[in-house]
């Protein structure tokens, strides 16, 4: 009676026994190929120093990642495309010349320090790209804040001057280069820092298409809205958090704008201007820094808005966008343990006493 | 009808999706199964006291014979699916693991296989304590996959007011369709059934709840309602897992069931389209529980139906009979989102198995899948029933801190539905972290 077709060989398995066929490294496939356009973008409006920029902090990323994993005897984790992600994110935070070993630096930092030493992916506190760029922030101020001009003539055949430094000297001046690749009068800043030390706006239609100067993927807000639409869209993202970003700005903004357009810059100018979109779409989103509360998820983005916009008035920076989530990412486990979802079926303390 | 009923969708929140592969086999009719030569049946197929032996080895059985007796309220008695004799009672191989005590049945294959062991009776006549009586006689209990004993939820509970009985019918398991198959060939003995509960339980209303992915067994039920209005059939959004009991009494009835209460705290008696089935066909004529309809499906059988199975048949000869392939790998008794994949093939189809799942070695399901760290995506935050947050418990489950998990973060009132593993990108085995967790907290209270 045992026939043949009943010699199974069995596997035991726990339930469930079926699975969605979705996977880490699709999710972060996916957040790379979102930030693609964005790079391009940047490579488009800042040319061949953007391409290296992009290039070097990527390759740097991903070294420190597999050197990182070998050190604490772990196979390496530079397939599961996070790190990509981190490298990218960084060169797009930074100005277009930054001189191309300390981007290689900020991602070694960013990596090395903001993600391994912690465990590795979804065990960093905060995100990589982000503390790789506040340590260079401290490291080289001058560097991170030398803004060179948008569309700069010949930027495919040659590289912003200070790109090419030599590791550990300082960066040649960029000044003079700047006054000379200018369509019309840079003043080397950017449209935040006009604003907060100058009172002087910006062109709202160019701060939303990406013509103006700034960091290397920043400046484009609407590419970058159309990327994170990609992202939420296929639920890769969660699209609460930059829309609590983006809210908590407005609602920052908006009454001091009220109180004093003549001061304080317009909730749209907030917007638009700086690291805002970018960092409100690909950083405070990221996964691993942010709660996984329903309400905690807008907490923390309100909570970013808000003190990005506070960082600008009020402090001595321009730009405020990257402390706001460095610390939304800080304060992310309080606000989770805080917002613990109501369970289904939950009783009162005064009930469960009775 | 209450205003907030007309903005109230026919659901519960979160939930998952998974492909139901009901079309394999939601449009063939139930089909009896031959008998296998020797059946398993053991003495505990149910919740509470095993039952009792009442037979010898040597013995000769006539089907529908009772063959062990109740020991104690909660817990049943058991029939001879089969005339035969009694070869033993010895331990067997379960499907949950420990072995346990069995009558083994050597079945006369000559024989007619009439159910001679019955009489016809009125059921309306019988008192409420009395059907409980008879329910308890049949040897009855959930069949969607409980094994409670049936009568003993047909006993109105002392001091709990109710108000409804909630017929579930959602059957939000992928691939099984037994539920489906009843509710469309046997309404009458359904809506037979529903009315002699509610005579148990001394209730007026009686709500059907059938996923809106069987609509032609919605209509079979509609169609044979009484006019008074005192039975009534809801379509629910097709959603795993919908046929969850709480599930089912917030999608119906808008209430939640307290944190580690019954449906009796919010007023309901709830039972399975089957398990009424049952007692709609048995009562009638004072028969035991001696088969069941199971469907047996996935790609790893080259015949997969519902049948209409003797307890217990040997899982070995159901698989015979039903040609399985050589590829087929995993064998899963329920349905695979919450059922248990089992170790032999000599266990038996036992009173309360709804479905034998046979999934084949290429299955993408089967794939092996390396586990990944948490990268708090929230997913199964959003697919949670019961609004826990398994991203937060499965860290803490790593960190083995169990009594945390119980204190701070509902762990007990998981039930293992699957749809936090279901989703997770990351593969981590959460709901099998749940189960020791909560293991290891109900020795800890109990101790």
Redesign the interface.
């Known amino acids: 009676m045992h026939s043949q077709d009943t010699h199974l060989r069995i596997e035991l398995r726990t339930s469930p026994h079926l699975k969605q066929p979705l996977t880490v490294e699709q999710i972060m496939r996916n957040v790379v190929y979102a930030l693609l356009p964005v790079c391009a973008w940047s490579v488009y409006a800042f040319g061949f120093s953007a391409l290296l920029l992009i290039l070097v902090t990527t390759s740097a990323a991903l070294l420190t990642e597999h050197l990182t994993c070998r050190l604490s005897g772990r196979p390496s984790t530079v397939g599961n495309w996070s790190v990509t992600i981190t490298g990218m994110l960084l060169a797009l935070t930074l100005p277009p010349g930054f001189p191309l070993w300390m981007g290689a630096v900020a991602a070694f930092v960013g990596v090395a320090l903001g993600k391994s030493l912690f465990g590795g992916l979804g065990h960093n506190v905060m995100n990589p790209a982000l503390v790789g760029r506040a340590f260079v922030q401290a490291a080289f101020p001058v560097a991170i804040t030398t803004w060179t001009p948008v569309f700069a003539p010949g930027r495919f055949l040659e590289t912003i001057p200070t790109t090419l430094t030599a590791p550990f000297m300082e960066p040649p001046a960029v000044a003079a280069w700047s006054a000379a690749h200018a369509l019309d009068g840079f003043t080397g800043a950017t449209p935040l820092a006009l604003q907060k030390f100058q009172h002087i706006g910006s062109d709202g239609l160019g701060l939303l298409l990406g013509a103006t100067a700034g960091s290397a993927g920043e400046t484009s807000a609407l590419i970058i809205l159309l990327c994170g639409l990609y992202l939420a869209a296929r639920r890769m993202m969660d699209w609460r958090i930059p829309l609590g970003v983006l809210a908590g700005a407005v609602l920052t903004s908006l009454p001091f704008w009220l109180l004093d357009p003549a001061i304080y810059p317009s909730p749209l100018f907030m917007l638009l201007s700086g690291g805002l979109m970018l960092g409100a779409v690909f950083m405070a989103s990221d996964m691993v820094a942010s709660p996984v509360t329903p309400l905690g998820v807008w907490l923390y983005g309100l909570f970013i808005g808000a003190i990005a916009i506070v960082i600008r008035l009020f402090a001595a920076l321009p730009e405020g966008v990257m402390y706001a989530i460095l610390l939304g990412n800080a304060v992310s486990p309080l606000i989770a343990s805080v917002t613990q979802p109501r369970v289904y079926g939950a009783r009162s303390k005064k009930e469960v006493r009775g | 009808m209450d205003l907030l009923s007309l903005f109230r969708r026919n659901t519960f929140e979160h939930g998952?999706h998974?492909?139901d592969h009901k079309d394999l086999t939601n449009r063939l009719p139930i089909r009896r199964l031959a008998f296998a030569?020797q059946l398993l049946l053991p003495l505990s197929q149910h919740r509470g006291a095993p039952s009792r032996a009442l037979v010898a080895p040597g013995q000769e059985v006539v089907r529908g014979e009772p063959i062990a007796q109740a020991q104690g309220f909660v817990s049943v008695p058991l029939h001879a699916p089969a005339t035969g004799v009694i070869k033993a009672i010895e331990l067997i191989h379960t499907a949950e693991g420990p072995k346990t005590e069995a009558i083994l049945l050597d079945v006369y294959q000559g024989a007619s296989q009439e159910v001679l062991y019955q009489a016809p009776r009125d059921p309306f006549a019988l008192s409420p304590e009395e059907i409980v009586q008879a329910v308890q006689d049949t040897g009855l209990v959930g069949q969607g996959g409980a094994a409670f004993p049936s009568h003993v939820k047909l006993k109105a509970p002392q001091g709990r007011h109710l108000d409804t009985l909630v017929v579930n019918g959602c059957e939000c398991e992928?691939y099984l369709t037994c539920d489906h198959r009843v509710m469309l060939e046997q309404t009458p003995d359904l809506l037979l059934g529903i009315r002699v509960a509610l005579r148990a339980l001394g209730l007026e209303r009686a709500m059907i709840a059938v996923e809106d992915n069987k609509l032609d067994a919605l209509e079979a039920v509609r169609r044979l309602l009484p006019t008074d209005g005192s039975i009534t059939a809801h379509a629910l959004e097709t959603k795993y897992p919908q046929g969850a009991e709480?599930m089912v009494i917030?999608a119906l009835l808008g209430r939640?069931?307290?944190?580690g209460?019954l449906p009796a705290d919010v007023g309901v008696a709830m039972f399975n389209v089957g398990t009424l089935t049952q007692i709609g066909a048995l009562l009638p004529r004072s028969q035991g529980l001696i088969e069941r309809v199971v469907t047996v499906s996935g790609l790893g059988v080259q015949r997969p139906g519902n049948y209409r199975v003797p307890v217990g048949t040997p899982l070995?000869?159901l698989?015979?009979q039903v040609?399985?392939?050589?590829q087929?790998?995993?064998?899963?008794l329920g349905g695979?989102?919450?059922?248990?994949?089992?170790?032999?093939?000599d266990v038996p189809v036992t009173k309360a198995m709804s479905g034998v799942?046979v999934?084949e070695?290429d299955h993408?399901?089967?794939a092996p899948?390396k586990v990944?760290?948490?990268?708090?995506?929230?997913r199964c935050?959003?697919a949670c029933?019961?609004?826990?947050?398994p991203?937060?418990l499965g860290l803490l489950a790593n960190k083995r801190q169990y009594a945390l998990m119980a204190e701070?973060?509902?762990l007990m009132?998981c039930f293992?539905c699957?749809c936090c593993?279901?989703?997770c990108?990351?593969?981590i085995?959460l709901?099998?972290y749940f189960?020791i967790a909560k293991a290891v907290t109900r020795e800890q209270q109990a101790a």
């Open positions: 998952v998974p492909e030569p992928p709480k917030e939640q069931v307290p944190s209460g070995r000869f698989l015979q040609g399985a392939k050589a087929a790998n995993e064998v899963i695979p989102m919450m059922g248990m994949a089992v170790a032999s093939l799942v999934l070695s993408a399901d089967l899948r990944q760290p948490c990268i708090r995506c929230a935050v959003e029933p019961m609004h826990l947050n991203s937060t701070r973060y509902n009132d293992e699957g593993s279901y989703v990108p990351s593969n085995p709901v099998q189960r």
